[in-house]
């Protein structure tokens, strides 16, 4: 018989209940150390007691408590929770729900700062007894950087709403300086223009009476003095207008070979006279454009006639070709080309801004400010085109601009240029014709009178507009040439009396004014005034005006 029996197996019951014990603790041992290790404060409270069970390291080192402090308490008798109303809402919602969480808890640490944290509450039964799981997050740094935030973001919206009123302030006072302006150089024009229209006028009628060889060369400088003049006093204003955004574009049609073929015209005796070639080149357009033609031609009026200035030898050539076309513009290249002193290459980027010329030794040879190529980009982009040059030292240059032109839904009737002479033909149709003019300025009235008596001896005059009435009233006159300002009864509202009688409903009345700005002209027609001849005009200027709206009467 063997001297001992073999020890008997334990049951699987014995076995299993030892390995689920060793499952537990396990997990209870894994618990712990992630309960240890957590980041957020972790806080187990006993529901039934309403006592702290436990609160992990971090919980206890973000207070500044110890377990002994803590452990046993009851949440409210811990200095941690200083809303007391609050903890005991919380475990009333707890009882009621079973969960609570508030985004921002003021909780006090030990030492009596106040920390803000995240607080989330559950309640777990754990082998039959009710325990609440609270996870406490502190923010208190994401709620100052948030408050920080929050008050950076509040500033910046103090400093825009300052920036606001300062740039809105800036705005006003540029209006204002902008009115003001506007309003200066509506003066300037006014008190620049009144005494060169005596000069020029004067110099014309000087002209048609006997004068010796010598008086006659003294007119002919006193004419070139004054017109220059004038057309440095258009390419300042011009450019001041463009600044302020006062120049208005006009639109009707445009003949595109009758603008070069006038500006031709107006340069022959200046190329001739320095014995130069001026050639035309004109690519036909086979439709009908509209825009600024009086623009178009003051455009290449400078560039034809800085060419020619420049040029000693050779040729001038204006040039016209359509450059793109779409179903609705045509953009229109006009082009002149000389054989001239030509541009050094450094000079060109800047040959278009004001008051640039090529070089100081240009302005003392040839006169000018460079005002002009600046006022022809300048005219150039409001037509929606550009300016450019290409020019070589020595053989010549080529300046050019663009402008988009809008189609036009026809042919306009009478596109052609007819060339005659106005003053004679006043004088051979219209000699019969009886003309009021009305003007306060002494000098100028004369002036302007004995231009017109050359051609129809019939004008009245009147010095102010409430004479003017006066005469209206009495004389069935085919046309009144009204100054604007005046005193006491000034050209508009004496335009707007004399629209009153019958007789006048249909009278032209043509505004004769130193002001020269858009708005000036848009006045005067709103006034009832038919046409706008701003001074000094050219006696040439005044035949075709007083001639256009004799015939128009006709």
Request: hydrophobic content about 45%; some cysteine; proline content about 4%.
């Amino acid at each position: 018989m063997p001297n001992s029996l073999p020890r008997a197996a334990p049951p699987d019951s014995d076995l299993s209940m030892r390995a689920t014990d060793a499952a537990l603790r396990a997990s209870e041992s894994r618990y712990r150390r992630l309960f240890e290790a957590a980041q957020d404060g972790i806080l187990l409270i006993n529901v039934e007691t309403a006592q702290i069970e436990d609160a992990n390291p971090y919980l206890l080192r973000l207070l500044g408590y110890t377990h002994a402090q803590m452990l046993g308490k009851k949440l409210w008798e811990v200095g941690a929770f200083a809303d007391v109303e609050k903890s005991a809402d919380m475990f009333e919602q707890l009882q009621t729900n079973g969960y609570v969480r508030y985004d921002d808890l003021p909780l006090k640490t030990q030492s009596g700062a106040l920390v803000s944290v995240e607080f989330v509450s559950n309640t777990y039964d754990v082998e039959g007894v009710r325990v609440i799981q609270c996870n406490v997050r502190n923010i208190t740094e994401r709620k100052r950087d948030a408050e920080e935030l929050d008050r950076y973001r509040h500033r910046l919206e103090e400093l825009v709403a300052v920036r606001t009123q300062e740039l809105a302030a800036a705005t006003k006072a540029a209006e204002a300086a902008n009115v003001a302006k506007s309003s200066f150089l509506a003066n300037m024009s006014h008190e620049i223009r009144t005494p060169l229209a005596a000069i020029t006028g004067m110099a014309y009628l000087i002209g048609r009476s006997t004068v010796t060889p010598q008086q006659a060369t003294w007119l002919t400088m006193l004419e070139s003095g004054s017109q220059h003049l004038l057309e440095l006093i258009n390419a300042i204003l011009d450019l001041s207008k463009i600044d302020a955004g006062k120049l208005a574009l006009e639109e009707t049609d445009v003949g595109v070979g009758r603008v070069v073929a006038n500006v031709a015209s107006m340069l022959f005796e200046q190329a001739t006279a320095k014995h130069l070639s001026l050639l035309v080149q004109v690519q036909p357009v086979r439709c009908a454009l509209l825009g600024d033609a009086a623009r178009l031609q003051q455009a290449l009026l400078n560039y034809a006639s800085n060419a020619i200035k420049f040029t000693d030898a050779g040729s001038v050539i204006l040039r016209a070709t359509c450059e793109e076309e779409t179903a609705t513009h045509v953009l229109v290249r006009f082009e002149v080309q000389d054989t001239g002193v030509g541009i050094a290459p450094e000079v060109l980027p800047r040959l278009f801004t004001a008051f640039e010329q090529a070089d100081n030794s240009t302005t003392r040879k040839y006169g000018g400010t460079g005002l002009g190529l600046a006022v022809v980009r300048q005219l150039a982009r409001l037509m929606g085109g550009d300016v450019g040059v290409v020019s070589t030292p020595g053989v010549g240059s080529t300046f050019w601009f663009t402008a988009r032109l809008r189609k036009a839904e026809k042919l306009p009737a009478g596109h052609l240029m007819t060339v005659d002479s106005s003053e004679s033909r006043l004088v051979h149709e219209h000699a019969g014709a009886h003309i009021l003019l009305v003007d306060d300025e002494p000098m100028n009235r004369q002036i302007t009178l004995e231009i017109l008596r050359a051609v129809i001896p019939h004008v009245d005059v009147a010095e102010d507009g409430n004479e003017a009435v006066g005469l209206a009233a009495m004389h069935a006159y085919d046309l009144i040439l009204m100054d604007v300002q005046m005193p006491r009864v000034d050209g508009l509202e004496a335009t707007r009396r004399i629209r009153l009688l019958p007789a006048c409903a249909r009278t032209p009345i043509v505004a004769l004014t130193a002001n020269a700005f858009a708005e000036d002209k848009a006045r005067c027609l709103a006034a009832g005034m038919d046409d706008f001849l701003a001074k000094p005009f050219h006696p040439k200027a005044l035949f075709e005006t007083v001639g256009k709206w004799l015939s128009m009467k006709r």
